[in-house]
């Protein structure tokens, strides 16, 4: 089958790869109709992530019709057509039980020199958190779905069932980005009237934007430097748009217009990629520091006191410029993390079927998975004003659209953080 594979930084290759096969009882076998590029699989495209062997194939936002179901498949069978998510969860150990998907401690197992703890760096004896799709080795070294077949474990725990009144384009994004606007968005607390300011105006800003607006947001200020993504949020989700290029220090434009207090909450959706501070930059490039903290500072300064910083975007390792005692003078409340997507799947259906939810209408390009190679240039580089790549595998007829750090590793260094502190701007 074709497969787009991993072959370092900047370099993947649409290439012919065995056909998955059942490995447990409980697996099923995809033939993938719609699969999506992620701005998870961009950590990895620019070299990012750690953990990636030669022919990793990459992807985590999928879905398709049930090829074949393992004897223990219960909820589905040949034919079914389903959405992925792509946090692999076996719903029956200590964090699926509270229905924290991300959390699940059987999907990572140890393999090789993976102790399957993620990029936890102080790890004591704590236990794995949950394999995801295409992530790496260091989350399960699972294969991903942007690919013609995919093999999905635990069957029986995450895929979900679509309706075919809904296209692959309306109910694609159920599997990542729709969901984790839509936790962030809750994590957020937000309801009726809240204020808040979404930084990153990618699809993950995009579906938080909508979220907000669907819990009942009144005013969403939100932070980027792509005129066009920005100029999108507010035509379609009515943001009050923010470009840090013409404007240096969002944070104070924001205090500025509440009154001096802030808003409600900030949401992250930039992770520590996030651009701006040079110093975080060539640090993080020295593998000097985990991340970059721009984001993070801005979220902490431009946040009510009292408030809540809610933060979708991956963040790995330490942040030196992390303005801890600003949050604690404030009083702020955080919540972060990978999205527990099995946990809003069904809502989030419900929402896109009866019509409140129209996640499809950031979609602005759709290749072939022949062009996988092209999608990440054109969505890494932000390329013909893209928004999101949603990719077909040649096999099968497109459905058009019913209306689409540097990771720590073992090399890591102190530095000192009196000095990197100190420079640290906005
Ligand atoms: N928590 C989860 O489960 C989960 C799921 C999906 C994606 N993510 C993460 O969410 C983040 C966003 O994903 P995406 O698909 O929207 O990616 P994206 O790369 O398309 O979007 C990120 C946006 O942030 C903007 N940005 C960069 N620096 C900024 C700054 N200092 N202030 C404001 N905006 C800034 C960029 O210009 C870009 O438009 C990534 O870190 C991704 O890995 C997390
Ligand atoms: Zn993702
Ligand atoms: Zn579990």
Redesign the pocket.
């Known amino acids: 089958m074709k497969a787009l594979t991993y072959h370092g930084a900047k370099n993947v290759k649409v290439e012919n790869v065995p056909d998955p096969g059942l490995a447990n009882d409980d697996d099923i076998i995809l033939k993938v109709t719609a699969t999506a590029i992620?701005?998870?699989d961009?950590?990895i495209y620019r070299g990012k992530i750690p953990g990636m062997e030669h022919g990793d194939i990459l992807g985590h936002e999928f879905m398709g019709i049930v090829e074949e179901a393992g004897p223990d498949v219960t909820n589905l069978r040949k034919g079914d057509r389903v959405v992925i998510p792509?946090v692999i969860a076996c719903g029956q150990c200590y964090y699926c039980n509270k229905k924290l998907f991300?959390g699940c401690e059987s999907t990572n197992p140890q393999t090789g020199t993976m102790d399957g703890r993620g990029a936890i760096m102080n790890k004591k004896s704590s236990t794995s958190g949950a394999g995801l799709f295409g992530y790496s080795h260091l989350y399960g070294g699972y294969a991903g779905g942007q690919a013609e077949y995919v093999r999905v474990p635990k069957a029986n725990v995450g895929p979900i069932r679509v309706p075919d009144a809904l296209a692959d384009e309306q109910v694609l994004f159920l599997s990542?980005?729709l969901p984790?606007g839509y936790q962030a968005a809750v994590n957020a607390q937000l309801g009726p009237g809240s204020s808040v300011a979404i930084?990153?105006?990618?699809?993950?800003?995009?579906m938080a934007a909508l979220s907000a607006r669907f819990l009942g947001a009144d005013k969403i200020f939100m932070?980027?430097?792509?005129a066009y993504?920005l100029d999108f949020a507010r035509d379609t989700y009515g943001v009050i748009p923010i470009n840090?290029d013409d404007d240096d220090d969002?944070a104070e434009t924001i205090l500025r217009a509440t009154g001096n207090h802030g808003v409600d909450a900030c949401i992250d959706?930039?992770?520590?990629?996030?651009?701006?501070s040079a110093l975080e930059t060539a640090l993080a490039t020295l593998k000097l520091e985990g991340s970059s903290g721009?984001?993070l500072r801005?979220c902490i300064a431009a946040t009510r006191r009292g408030g809540v910083i809610s933060v979708?975007?991956?963040y790995a390792g330490f942040i030196h410029g992390f303005l801890f005692g600003d949050a604690f003078e404030k009083g702020l409340i955080f919540k972060m993390?990978?999205?527990h997507a099995q946990l809003y799947m069904p809502e989030l259906l419900e929402h896109i079927g009866n019509g409140r939810m129209k996640p499809e209408v950031i979609v602005t390009h759709r290749l072939n998975l022949a062009d996988a190679v092209r999608g990440y240039e054109i969505?890494n580089d932000?390329e013909e004003d893209c928004r999101k790549v949603v990719l077909t595998p040649s096999s099968r007829p497109i459905r058009a659209s019913a209306l689409a750090p540097s990771l720590p590793g073992g090399r890591l260094r102190a530095i000192s953080l009196t000095r990197t502190t100190r420079t640290m701007p906005s």
């Open positions: 992620c701005g998870s961009l950590h792509f991300a990542d980005i984790t930084f990153g105006a990618g699809p993950v800003g995009l932070v980027d430097h792509h993504r840090f969002p959706a930039v992770g520590f990629e996030a651009k701006g721009k984001a801005q979708p975007g991956v993390g990978q999205t969505f932000k």
